[in-house]
């Protein structure tokens, strides 16, 4: 752990305390003995003395694709990296970052209400959807009546429902 402690001391000494400093770790490297969650809760204990703000709780790809097919130790499911986030919150005591397919608004609402996250990183889902972050406020009910879209997609989208509903295809 000594050199990424010492590039992460370097960063927050020249990086202004003001802002955030996040860091992205593989939890565990999915690979039979080594890198262990374990370690990596010892490693985000150092990172948060040191100043960090954020661990950003990915797995895998020392040893090859973080997604792999091939990899055992951890099955890829919606979610299958949160774990990790959830374990160096609580037990390291810093904030973190969870991501792996995380898909849905709701899914990611419920890691961040049972305390598994602080927040949550959707990247993959963000290029497939770049509506996403909208789409999700719509979901939770956070947007019902889509004010947050940019103004050029208002006239059509709050229309959109009630045409549906007319035409049989919504409730």
């Known amino acids: 752990m000594r050199f990424p402690l010492e590039v992460a001391r ?5 990086w202004p305390a003001a802002r955030p400093l996040f860091i992205r770790i593989s939890s565990i490297d999915d690979v039979e003995g080594g890198w262990s969650i374990e370690d990596t809760v010892a ?3 150092e990172l948060k003395t040191i100043g960090v703000d954020v ?3 990915s797995s895998g790809g020392i040893l090859g694709s973080a997604t792999a097919a091939t990899k055992t130790l951890v099955p890829r499911v919606p979610g299958f990296q949160i774990p990790f986030a959830e374990r160096v919150r609580k037990e390291a005591g810093v ?3 969870a991501v792996g397919l995380i898909l849905t608004p709701q899914q990611a609402e419920e890691a961040l209400q049972a305390g598994s996250a602080d927040l949550i990183a959707v990247g993959r889902e ?3 959807d770049p509506n996403w972050p909208l789409h999700a406020a719509q979901a939770l009910d956070a947007d ?3 004010e947050r879209w940019p103004v050029q997609y208002g006239w059509w989208l ?3 429902e009630g ?3 007319k035409l049989g295809l919504r409730k």
């Open 158 to 160: 709050t229309r959109r």
């Open 55 to 57: 661990v950003d709780c």
């Open 163 to 165: 045409l549906l509903k």
């Open 10 to 14: 370097a960063v927050r000494e020249a």
């Open 95 to 97: 904030k973190t970052l």
């Open 126 to 128: 963000a290029l497939y």
């Open 43 to 45: 490693f985000a204990r």
């Open 144 to 146: 019902p009546k889509m």
